[in-house]
């Protein structure tokens, strides 16, 4: 009997189960209050293996007042292996040296590529003096 009554109970709320009965449009997510006004957040991770696994597993953080930038630090080696990739809030002293820098370190030439992208309601989308991606030779 108390088979019956579940079939009986699946059959007659099947149709409001149904995805085609959810109206997508009116869904809204939670809002996540901000900190301050103007605050930012930026994928962290620290001394991740690779860029694949920092992007993977990086936490979305609220950036602390006194930074403006997402920085992002990759290290390769000679052979363009990654070894390190560490992404952080930083302020615009830390993004003074972006680029490719590179370092010998027993043995083999490393490479280490140093970007910052400018965050926060300010920064409409625009390149900063801090913003390179070329690959100095």
């Known amino acids: 009997m108390l088979a019956i009554a579940l079939v009986h109970i699946f059959i007659t709320s099947a149709p409001w189960i149904l995805a085609k ?3 997508f449009y009116n869904v809204r997510l939670p809002v996540d209050p901000t900190p301050f006004p103007s605050s930012f957040k930026c994928f ?3 001394s991740v293996v690779d860029n694949y696994n920092c992007n993977r597993w990086a936490e979305d953080k609220w950036c602390p007042q006194n930074t403006q930038y997402c ?3 990759h290290h390769f080696i000679s052979h ?3 070894t390190s990739v560490t992404k952080k809030c930083a302020t ?8 490719c820098h590179h370092h ?21 989308e625009e390149e900063t003096p801090f ?6 030779v």
Request: glycine fraction near 8%; proline fraction near 0%.
């Open 21 to 23: 009965n959810i109206n």
């Open 44 to 46: 962290t991770c620290d």
């Open 71 to 73: 920085l992002t630090v």
């Open 80 to 82: 363009g292996r990654s």
């Open 92 to 99: 615009r002293e830390e993004c003074r040296f972006v680029g």
């Open 104 to 124: 010998r370190e027993t043995g083999h030439m490393l490479q280490i590529i140093r970007s910052c992208m400018k965050t926060g309601s300010d920064s409409e």
């Open 131 to 136: 913003d390179t991606w070329e690959k100095i």
